[in-house]
């Protein structure tokens, strides 16, 4: 490549390269959607092109899966087969709130590398680049979503509450878990390093995700623990989408899942943005 | 605005940057013609990054103002950057994307429709040499490939300012010379250049005029021959056989030269700053007359080293030269 650079210097005094800086007329300014589309676009590209980002996804919730409900399944529901019912949508919902933190660490990566600074001189709507990412972690979630049921399903999940249960369940998680990803941009656009990013991030997520109700019942659980169980934002949700999943969800359920949805969004989308405009 | 009446593509007054306690950039006052390569020399850590960022609107100066193209940098930062372009320190693409698919993606958010941006990105590819390369991941690409194409992303729409962030440092002679062909067609088309360099003679290959920047001042400014005529055109080290001679040497030398004949840092050295590269070897044969044996002689640019000598009396501050990749 380098050679054929020569040989065009020399014949013809760089002429490609001359019509190509001669040639280009400013086109109109992108509107924010066809922005964000092109940043979508890009986040697809990337999972073509790095589908380890998607190999995190699907493994850990297939291990998880088997080694709960066959390892501990009978310790703590008497049969692997009812601990399934109970397990799968906990298990759906930690699995999903994991990956969400992939959001802040992308974003990270790019404020290190040096591109964050070139769309940040580009003229665009500046969180198309935020808006196209998150659509497209919308996909990652519903592939984890649907690889996790598909293969609850083949265990021996049966949700009482039918296909439509089962949507509602998706929906709310999505709702969800976009919410949350606010939150690890916010720290994406705060952390140095993507070391001190993941630490802080496993550092919120373990206590949620695992003290809460997708393992055990919170009544088993000594009451000053139980008492943030209750609380916890994922119990919240999990105790709602084991509601869609067994046809026994309440609009109260709902409600509150929506409440913390809003709060996370609420505090952490404008930080979010303020900290993208704002970042030195 | 008028745009016409507007000679000037950079008018700076007092930029300050403060990161903790370290004033990164102390007060630069700049002028930068429209159509002019405007060079920034320094070593390490000088401040120039910094510089360029709050010049393109990525970082607010904490004192001071600035016009770009008669636009002021704080508030009317969307006229700005309607008209400029970045091209990094680091690589400003997607590594993880094919040289194509970063161009497409850049013509997309530039405004160009689907076709249009593929037709511009193949377009850039051929004029950069990366065609064969157009779908491999950027990642595999060598450092002068890497360079390549994160200032054809620059040129997708040919900028009216164009910043270039040490765009030849770590590269090889040959893919040097490529980029700078570039630079010279870009300013052909009358784009306004502002790089920034750690190397003398690139600036001195490239730019109209030259701020010299440590510490984030600037401690010098002018043309290449300005700078030089107060550097030394070139430098004459000169390594002797026997170190006993060097006082000897350098009286010697001092009379043919000038006062500018140092002692070298190896004992049997010494250099000096050459502004007529003639009287070079009649100098050199009085010590012959002398009796004084060298070992080798040479005469050279000045380096940047050198410069800093000249114009502070000081030498670079190792410690001042750090890696900045981290620190961002
Ligand atoms: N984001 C930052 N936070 C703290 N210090 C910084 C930051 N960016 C640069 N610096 C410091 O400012 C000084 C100037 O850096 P820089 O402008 O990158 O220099 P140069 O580009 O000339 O090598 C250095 O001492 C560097 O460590
Ligand atoms: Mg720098």
């Known amino acids: ?280 | 605005m008028d745009d016409t009446k507007q000679t000037m593509a950079i008018e700076a007054k007092g930029l300050v940057k403060v990161f903790g306690k370290d004033r990164a950039v102390d007060g630069v006052d700049l002028s930068i013609k429209k159509g002019s390569v405007y060079g920034f020399l320094g070593p390490n850590g000088a401040g120039k990054t910094t510089t360029i960022r709050m010049l393109a609107t990525l970082l607010q100066p904490d004192e001071g103002h600035a016009q770009i193209f008669g636009h002021d940098l704080v508030s009317e930062t969307a006229a700005i950057k309607s008209r400029i372009s970045l091209t990094g320190q680091y690589a400003s693409i997607d590594e993880d994307l094919t040289g194509i698919e970063n161009l497409i993606m850049i013509s997309r958010l530039m405004g160009y429709s689907r076709k249009q941006a593929k037709a511009r990105a193949n377009e850039l590819l051929h004029a950069f040499s990366l065609a064969d390369a157009a779908k491999k991941q950027v990642k595999n690409y060598s450092g002068g490939m890497r360079r390549r194409i994160d200032i054809a992303a620059s040129i997708v729409v040919t900028p009216d300012l164009l910043f270039l962030d040490e765009p030849t440092t770590g590269l090889d002679p040959r893919s040097r010379n490529q980029v700078w062909d570039i630079i010279r067609a870009l300013v052909n088309a009358g784009t306004t250049v502002l790089l920034t360099t750690q190397y003398l003679e690139e600036a001195d290959q490239l730019a109209d005029r030259i701020a010299v920047i440590n510490h984030g001042k600037i401690i010098a400014e002018g043309t290449s021959s300005e700078l030089k005529a107060s550097v030394g055109m070139s430098t004459l080290h000169v390594s002797l056989f026997d170190q006993q001679d060097r006082d000897k040497a350098i009286e010697v030398l001092t009379q043919k030269l000038d006062d500018s004949v140092r002692p070298g840092s190896d004992p049997a050295s010494l250099t000096a700053q050459v502004l007529d590269p003639s009287v070079v070897a009649e100098a050199l044969g009085e010590l012959q007359k002398e009796n004084i044996r060298m070992t080798t002689f040479s005469l050279g640019q000045p380096s940047l080293d050198e410069v800093f000598l000249t114009l502070t009396g000081q030498p670079v501050e190792e410690n001042a030269a750090h890696e900045e990749g981290v620190t961002r």
Do not use: C
């Open chain 1, 1 to 280: 490549m380098t050679q054929s650079f020569e040989t065009n210097k020399q014949g013809g005094a760089n002429g490609q390269l001359i019509d190509a800086i001669a040639s280009s007329e400013r086109p109109s300014r992108p509107n924010g959607l066809s922005s964000s589309f092109t940043f979508a676009s890009r986040a697809l590209l990337r999972i073509k092109h790095v589908p380890e980002q998607l190999f995190d996804v699907t493994v850990f919730p297939i291990i998880f899966l088997l080694m709960f409900t066959y390892l501990f399944g009978g310790a703590i529901a008497g049969s692997t087969s009812d601990y399934l019912q109970f397990l799968l949508p906990g298990i759906l919902v930690m699995t999903v709130s994991q990956i969400t933190m992939y959001t802040g660490i992308d974003l990270n990566n790019d404020i290190r590398k040096g591109i964050f600074d070139r769309f940040r001189t580009l003229p665009i709507w500046l969180p198309s680049a935020l808006v196209g990412a998150l659509l497209v972690d919308t996909v990652r979630y519903s592939m984890a979503s649907t690889i996790m049921i598909v293969l609850g399903l083949i265990l021996g999940f049966r949700p009482e509450g039918g296909f439509p249960g089962v949507i509602g369940a998706v929906a709310l998680i999505l709702v969800f878990s976009f919410s949350l990803s606010w939150v690890w941009t916010t720290l994406g656009l705060i952390m140095r390093s993507e070391k001190s990013l993941m630490m802080v991030s496993m550092m919120v997520l373990f206590p949620i995700t695992f003290v809460s109700n997708v393992f055990v019942e919170p009544e088993t659980l000594p009451s000053w623990l139980e008492g943030f169980v209750d609380i916890n934002p994922i119990s919240l949700l999990v105790t709602a989408v084991r509601g869609f999943m067994h046809d026994a969800v309440t609009f109260e359920q709902i409600g509150w899942v929506l409440l913390a949805s809003f709060i996370f969004t609420i505090i952490f989308a404008p930080l979010t943005m303020y900290l993208y405009r704002n970042k030195k």
